[in-house]
């Protein structure tokens, strides 16, 4: 029955299932399976995904172990309270393809369905987990500098993006060092030419040194001061991965400096949050990315709503319905915040660990090597391949060993 359907009315149908049922409909006939595979179906569902807000999974981190939970089925407006006896709101361990030579990974960044990861070996790879498929970066040394025999490398973070102008996949690194005036080494993977570069220094330090950089609008954003002394301005400086160059985002006037500033996603918009210790936090939003009186408030949360802490607040996610705000406080609690009735609901998810990091990525049909076809550079090579198998042997002799 289904191959006398006009094509359209079989791709609209398709369209509307989950990824894991799609993988299932790609081995229906030889037409699904080139209907599923094609680009434009793939660009398709993904932006049904992110217009629908459905097919999204929260990835928590803690240590070297990935939980995921599936944001679908927390995510309705007509669903009953989360509360600590909800059967239906539990974690899943999640196996990942990256060795671990010591007790920690680190969540890169995500976007359209793609998460990078890294470990304690610098190694770092492009994963799609819905596909169950990854690839590994060509390795890019970090060149250390030292002053008197001691290495004055302070932070390392990454951000990934990507270029729809180009179709290109990008991910930055960004090495800090310590030391007046400030100093940094800046490299650009694009998974296009499958190849990193080394580009502009960046004249701004980060404020917070385990930051990842967020991405919205083709840029990757952080919260940055020009010098490290008190009382000094705190930037938004954006990245941008078209242009390939820094600068700084206008931030609304109504702040002063009683105020923390850093930065989130929401829904492929830019968000600022304000955090004032005794007073509680402010999520500002730029509904038209770049034009500084775009900022509006979009909501604010008292201290006495949530439980006390020293840290920040970032939304995460809309519900389904769009009635509701996925935040995360600190890196220990989740709670919901309804934009309508102003109100706080806590979350308990079974299996939760006691802090994590998390990471929203889309379920989507991306391929981690979709970027070669049409490109004239090859997969990594059995050269490439030996070296950083060496690179990782150079790293474990030193006296790191493998958590099993």
């Given at each position: 029955?289904?191959?006398?359907?006009?094509?359209?009315?079989?791709?609209?149908?398709?369209?509307?299932?989950?990824?894991?049922?799609?993988?299932?409909?790609?081995?229906?006939?030889?037409?699904?399976?080139?209907?599923?595979?094609?680009?434009?179906?793939?660009?398709?569902?993904?932006?049904?995904?992110?217009?629908?807000?459905?097919?999204?999974?929260?990835?928590?981190?803690?240590?070297?172990?990935?939980?995921?939970?599936?944001?679908?089925?927390?995510?309705?407006?007509?669903?009953?309270?989360?509360?600590?006896?909800?059967?239906?709101?539990?974690?899943?361990?999640?196996?990942?393809?990256?060795?671990?030579?010591?007790?920690?990974?680190?969540?890169?960044?995500?976007?359209?369905?793609?998460?990078?990861?890294?470990?304690?070996?610098?190694?770092?790879?492009?994963?799609?987990?819905?596909?169950?498929k990854h690839r590994f970066l060509p390795y890019f040394s970090i060149e250390g500098r030292k002053s008197c025999g001691i290495?004055?490398?302070?932070?390392?973070?990454?951000?990934?993006?990507?270029?729809?102008?180009?179709?290109?996949?990008?991910?930055?690194?960004?090495?800090?060092?310590?030391?007046?005036?400030?100093?940094?080494?800046?490299?650009?993977?694009?998974?296009?030419?499958?190849?990193?570069?080394?580009?502009?220094?960046?004249?701004?330090?980060?404020?917070?040194?385990?930051?990842?950089?967020?991405?919205?609008?083709?840029?990757?954003?952080?919260?940055m001061t020009p010098e490290l002394v008190p009382d000094s301005p705190n930037y938004i400086v954006g990245f941008d991965l078209?242009?390939?160059?820094?600068?700084?985002?206008?931030?609304?006037?109504?702040?002063?400096?009683?105020?923390?500033?850093?930065?989130?996603?929401?829904?492929?918009?830019?968000?600022?949050?304000?955090?004032?210790?005794?007073?509680?936090?402010?999520?500002?939003?730029?509904?038209?990315?770049?034009?500084?009186?775009?900022?509006?408030?979009?909501?604010?949360?008292?201290?006495?709503?949530?439980?006390?802490?020293?840290?920040?607040?970032?939304?995460?996610?809309?519900?389904?319905?769009?009635?509701?705000?996925?935040?995360?406080?600190?890196?220990?609690?989740?709670?919901?915040?309804?934009?309508?009735?102003?109100?706080?609901?806590?979350?308990?998810?079974?299996?939760?660990?006691?802090?994590?990091?998390?990471?929203?990525?889309?379920?989507?049909?991306?391929?981690?090597?979709?970027?070669?076809?049409?490109?004239?550079?090859?997969?990594?090579?059995?050269?490439?391949?030996?070296?950083?198998?060496?690179?990782?042997?150079?790293?474990?002799?030193?006296?790191?060993?493998?958590?099993?």
């Amino acid at each position: 029955m289904a191959e006398n359907l006009p094509f359209e009315i079989i791709n609209e149908i398709l369209l509307r299932l989950p990824v894991d049922a799609l993988l299932r409909c790609r081995c229906v006939s030889k037409r699904w399976h080139f209907l599923i595979d094609n680009p434009r179906f793939i660009s398709q569902q993904l932006a049904r995904s992110a217009r629908s807000h459905s097919n999204q999974t929260l990835f928590f981190r803690h240590k070297s172990v990935l939980r995921t939970l599936d944001l679908d089925s927390l995510s309705r407006d007509d669903s009953p309270p989360a509360d600590a006896s909800s059967s239906c709101a539990a974690l899943e361990e999640i196996n990942y393809p990256l060795m671990c030579y010591s007790d920690e990974i680190k969540l890169l960044g995500s976007c359209n369905g793609l998460i990078c990861l890294s470990n304690a070996a610098d190694d770092v790879i492009i994963w799609n987990p819905s596909l169950k498929k990854h690839r590994f970066l060509p390795y890019f040394s970090i060149e250390g500098r030292k002053s008197c025999g001691i290495s004055l490398l302070s932070v390392c973070v990454y951000g990934f993006g990507f270029v729809h102008e180009s179709d290109d996949y990008k991910l930055l690194r960004l090495v800090e060092y310590i030391g007046q005036p400030i100093e940094s080494d800046v490299c650009l993977y694009s998974m296009r030419s499958n190849s990193w570069r080394r580009i502009q220094d960046l004249p701004y330090s980060l404020i917070y040194p385990r930051k990842m950089g967020v991405f919205v609008h083709r840029a990757l954003h952080w919260v940055m001061t020009p010098e490290l002394v008190p009382d000094s301005p705190n930037y938004i400086v954006g990245f941008d991965l078209e242009a390939e160059n820094f600068g700084l985002i206008p931030q609304p006037d109504v702040l002063d400096k009683s105020f923390e500033i850093d930065v989130s996603d929401l829904d492929g918009y830019l968000c600022m949050v304000a955090n004032n210790r005794n007073y509680g936090v402010d999520v500002w939003i730029m509904n038209e990315y770049g034009l500084k009186d775009s900022w509006a408030k979009l909501f604010s949360i008292p201290q006495s709503d949530v439980p006390r802490t020293s840290g920040f607040m970032w939304p995460l996610a809309y519900s389904q319905g769009g009635g509701r705000i996925l935040v995360q406080q600190d890196k220990k609690n989740l709670f919901w915040y309804d934009i309508r009735q102003k109100e706080v609901e806590r979350i308990q998810i079974q299996g939760m660990p006691s802090s994590f990091e998390t990471q929203v990525c889309l379920r989507s049909l991306v391929p981690v090597d979709y970027r070669y076809r049409g490109s004239d550079k090859k997969k990594p090579s059995a050269k490439e391949d030996k070296e950083r198998t060496k690179k990782r042997d150079d790293f474990l002799s030193v006296g790191f060993k493998l958590v099993l």
